[in-house]
């Protein structure tokens, strides 16, 4: 049965109340004994007919305690959602019908007041299964509200590391045609009264046959939520961030620099090996990395048993040892050298000098560092933001931040280019505000405070462009235009121009940039 269908009115009626009781004639019978056979047999009779009367009232007060009133329980279904409910009132009703066997059996002497105790918890467990089936109607209302309300933003996101990975495609179709995004059905079928749901995606191939062919507890799915990519620079950084390998501004630490360059290369790799371990004991966070986040094309494959010692596969990893060993660490080693800085040997001792000119001289070293780290990973992501280099060294092209779109209307409008939103996130800045009207779009800075904001219209051309963001990032003017107008004549790879100090070893590989 499918969770949208029209609206089935459920009502419940009680079954017709059948006392067996002839006290009556049973009195009127002893009452002649008595005058018949003597005052002793009446006597006897007196006291079995007041031990009767206190039964027949002690079952009259057991009744109106374990009775459940069925109006009160429908009429709270009816107002727990506006979607079918008519699941909700067969499976209340086989619950009233549960509680009236129960008070029938109390009238017909079934039970005494001894029983008391088993009946409650009986009439207790009955309760407890209304509520809970009115409380599922109520989270199903809620559950598919919001789960349209966060569409955009799970799009928005997905395959970033961080947001929602498409891996777990099965749970995010079934919400889909939970909430009537996607066409199929939700049949609700109730196992010991137990609330479990059945997806059907209407032959669309949306679902897996192993997903659509076994039952879903309803609770678990309602409060299921999509699985992620994982933040794979952020606990790379933050490993060697712990090590001291790294400091806040992710250059090398005087530390890194002082346990030369063998040294540094073997902690950069232990720390690149224990996050390998971590993901591949995790099936969906294993190949999430290395197809949402590596770019790989197929999936890895499983262990199909234990490691055995001295294979070279640590204990606890799911991936094969071929596909471990082969596939998986490689590419993992791959994609952090990227963001792994180049061991630097330690500066030499200068002559002393003050608290003030040391403390200038760290800020300014500090914000140059920041500068050249921002320009070399600018340089790896200008092609995602449509810029390019030529011949001559001189970034050429422009930037459409926004591209034609349609609202829910139909009407024109200018929405945010999917791509370029992830390479300005990729190189620390976000869109604040998109003005269609004027084709103006806002951004500034991640998490920086004061105002770092930047006004991108439609076409900028390149060098306006990088030199707005070079400015965001602290550059002086100098800074800003040389690297927005830098040129390389003589074709060496390293800009002509740079007189400011900053640095050119991000250049000595230029042909991986262009």
Known sequence: MAVEVSQVKSTYRNPATVIETKTDGVIKNIEDFAKMFGDTTAS???????????????NKAMIDDIAIDPEDYLKRIEQSSKFDKKDFYDQANIIFDENTRLTLAIEKGQYSREDYRELMAKRSSQITALNQMIGLASSEEMVKDQWRKEAEGRTKDATAQGGVSLLGSDFINARNIFAKGMPGTVERVFVDGIAHYKFDDGGKDLLSPEYKNRLHNASTFLSGVPERVPQLLSDFNKIMTAQEL?????????????????????????????????????????????????????????????????????????????????????????YLLRFTPDYQFPEEKEDKETASDKGRRIKESDRKDRLNAFMELFEQRKTNLGIKKNKAGVFTGIVNLVEPGKDEDGKSILQINPEQEKALNDIGFQILNVDSDLGM???????????????????????????????????????AREFAEQF?????????????????????EASNFK
């Open 44 to 58: 006897l009779v007196a006291i079995q007919n007041e031990k009767l009367k206190k039964t027949l009232k002690q």
């Open 488 to 508: 390389d004549l003589n074709e060496d790879g390293i800009p002509d121009n740079f007189e400011s100090g900053l640095s050119t070893d991000i250049y000595l």
């Open 441 to 479: 779009t806002t951004i500034a800075l991640q998490g920086e405070k004061g105002d770092t904001r930047i006004d991108v219209s439609k076409g900028m051309s390149a060098n306006d462009f990088i030199r707005e963001l070079m400015s965001a990032k602290g550059a002086k003017d100098v800074e």
């Open 246 to 334: 790294i400091g806040p501004n992710g250059r090398l630490t005087e530390n890194s620099k002082k346990m030369g360059k063998e040294a540094f290369d073997l902690k950069v790799g232990q720390a690149m090996g224990s996050i390998a371990v971590t993901y591949a004991q995790d099936s969906q966070v294993a190949n999430s990395a290395y197809l949402e986040i590596f770019g790989k094309q197929d999936k890895l494959d499983y262990s199909t048993g234990r490691s055995i010692e001295g294979d070279g596969r640590p204990e606890g990893i799911i991936l094969s040892k071929n596909d471990y060993e082969n596939k998986f660490v490689p590419a993992m080693k791959e």
